[in-house]
């Protein structure tokens, strides 16, 4: 059973920085991107950064030159490195890995359950 475990979410004051990582375990193969969205009370999901297997990157806007995405493909792990947090960054982020175990077979899409960030002024 694959699982992503989030952790490192928690209360900062804005300005401060934060470090997200998650785990996938479980019996997995040919990960192809691995991302990190949020969604905050009353809006919808939204794409924060996500990483290709090769080490393609790409990040919303609003996270820009703050967020930084990397990827350990050894460990089937990703982190990513908030800093210069602004209140607008609160929100519940989750862990995503999508890609397909063989190249006949259907692609899959995991989340994790998410952690809190909550940023205060």
């Known amino acids: 059973q694959v699982q992503l475990v989030e952790s490192g979410g928690g209360l900062v004051q804005a300005g401060e920085s934060l470090r997200l990582s998650c785990l996938v375990s479980?019996?997995?193969?040919?990960?192809?991107?691995m991302g990190w969205y949020r969604q905050a009370p009353g809006k919808q999901r939204e794409l924060v950064a996500d990483v290709t297997s090769g080490g393609n990157s790409n990040y919303a806007d609003s996270v820009k030159g703050r967020f930084t995405i990397s990827r350990d493909n050894a460990k089937n792990t990703v982190y990513l490195q908030m800093n210069s947090l602004k209140p607008e960054d609160t929100a519940v982020y989750y862990c995503n890995a999508r890609g397909r175990y063989s190249i006949l077979s259907r692609p899959y899409d995991y989340w994790g359950q998410g952690t809190q960030v909550t940023v205060s002024s």
């Open positions: 479980g019996t997995i193969f040919g990960i192809n991107v």
